[in-house]
């Protein structure tokens, strides 16, 4: 009898022992390929950021793009435009030239009738030396001083002599404008071939980084490609692990089956533990995603709103508003409609108010750049490495003052007006 409870004893020790020992192999199996499912899950939760990084930085580049060849379009037609102007300029030029020989022609017939009235003078009586004075002098003006020194001029000869120098006044005055205009002109082209220039630097560089971007996400894709696959490799032999102890539960007596459902209860706690832990780390990968500083708020200084209320109005050279600006008369009209007046030209502005220095720069002041002269280009700081301006290549438009072309070009010339 003893030997027989002595059997049964032993026959259940060896058979809770065979449910038992398993159940602890299983369960650091489970564990461990949960341990390695969290990690590919967390390894993905990161992919999935830089992702999206890369995904809102191609977003960002392709409307830069697409702002750079707005601008790029507009240069050109600035171009096309301003060589128009350049070649009815040097039409103007040719016709005042003609203009011009018609008026030294004309000089030179009135110098020779003070000729003849100079001769006929002294074949009525004048004085002989006066032909030597007159026929001595050098030139138009050296003859006029000559003549007035030696007798007293006609009424009608002075009338002519006054005539004379206003026809070479006008003459001057005129030829003096053109060259002017022309040189404006010249240096105006020159100034939108540089924007040009830069803003193909800008596009070129644009399209690289899109490029090396573009790269980038097809890599994280593959690499979350991979570890999905991964993954599922990883839940597929978590699955598998589970079967062989489902059928030894089936086959052991009914206290070793209700053993198991607990050693069962417990790995099933376990992996749900796991599992909350994965979701839990996901949530943090999702929460630590970098978040957008909020915008600037837009100055409201009255000559700085109304500069922005005309933000887009086409460049005009010449242009005083409010249908086209250039430069100077963009910043004198925003001022206008704030209550103060400025003169209409970059060379006047750059002498009036106060100079200080950038570092002390406030929004509304003046910011001149050497474009093809000294100050040959002003704008309203705004604060923050910009300013508000009409550019020949976009109308009037923010711009960076902080980098590219307009820093090339800023000398740190401010002026509080």
């Known amino acids: 009898m003893k030997k027989s409870i002595i059997t049964v004893a032993t026959v259940t020790v060896v058979g809770l022992g065979s449910v038992f020992l398993p159940q602890t192999s299983y369960a650091e199996t489970v564990t461990d390929l949960e341990n390695k499912q969290v990690k590919v899950q967390d390894e993905r939760s990161q992919v999935k950021v830089n992702l999206s990084k890369a995904e809102k930085e191609i977003a960002n580049i392709l409307v830069d793009l697409k702002e750079i060849n707005g601008e790029i379009k507009t240069t050109s037609k600035a171009l096309k435009e301003n060589q128009k102007k350049i070649d009815e300029t040097k039409d103007s030029i040719e016709k005042t030239e003609d203009e011009i020989d018609v008026l030294d022609k004309a000089i030179e017939e009135r110098f020779d009738i ?35 020194a030696v007798t007293k001029i006609t009424e009608s000869d002075q009338k002519l002599i006054d005539q004379i120098d206003a026809d070479k006044q006008k003459v001057e005055g005129k030829l003096a404008d053109l060259e002017e205009m022309e040189v404006d002109l010249k240096g105006m082209q020159d100034l939108i071939i540089e924007q040009k220039e830069e803003n ?61 459902e607990v050693a069962t209860t417990n790995a099933n706690t376990s992996s749900s533990s796991n599992s909350t832990s994965s979701n839990s780390t996901k949530s943090k990968a999702k929460a630590s995603a970098p978040t957008a500083n909020p ?24 242009g005083k508003g409010p249908g086209g600006f250039d430069c100077s008369g ?44 000294t100050n040959g280009h002003v704008g309203i700081y705004l604060g923050g490495g910009k300013f508000l301006g009409a550019q020949n290549s976009t109308g009037v438009a923010v711009a960076s003052m902080s980098s590219g072309y307009w820093k090339e070009k800023f000398d740190g010339h401010v002026r509080r007006p």
């Open 114 to 148: 003070l000729k003849q009235r100079a001769v006929s003078y002294q074949q009525n009586g004048g004085d002989i030396g006066f032909l030597d004075v007159i026929f001595g002098s050098s030139d138009f003006n050296d003859f006029i001083s000559r003549v007035s």
């Open 200 to 260: 193909e630097k800008r596009k070129k560089a644009l399209k690289k980084k899109e490029e090396e971007l573009v790269n980038k996400k097809e890599k994280l894709q593959m690499k979350d490609s991979d570890l999905a696959s991964l993954e599922s490799q990883i839940m597929g032999e978590i699955e598998a692990s589970r079967t062989p102890v489902v059928e030894n539960v089936a086959t052991t007596n009914q206290d070793s089956s209700e053993t198991e």
């Open 295 to 318: 915008a600037p708020a837009a100055n409201t200084g009255s000559a700085i709103s109304a500069g922005y209320s005309v933000t887009g109005t086409p460049y005009v050279w010449g």
């Open 330 to 373: 963009f910043v004198s009209w925003a001022y206008g409609q704030a209550g103060k007046s400025l003169p209409s030209s970059t060379a006047a502005m750059s002498g009036v108010g106060t100079k200080v220095s950038y570092s002390n720069a406030k929004p509304g002041d003046l910011v001149f750049f050497d474009t093809y002269k």
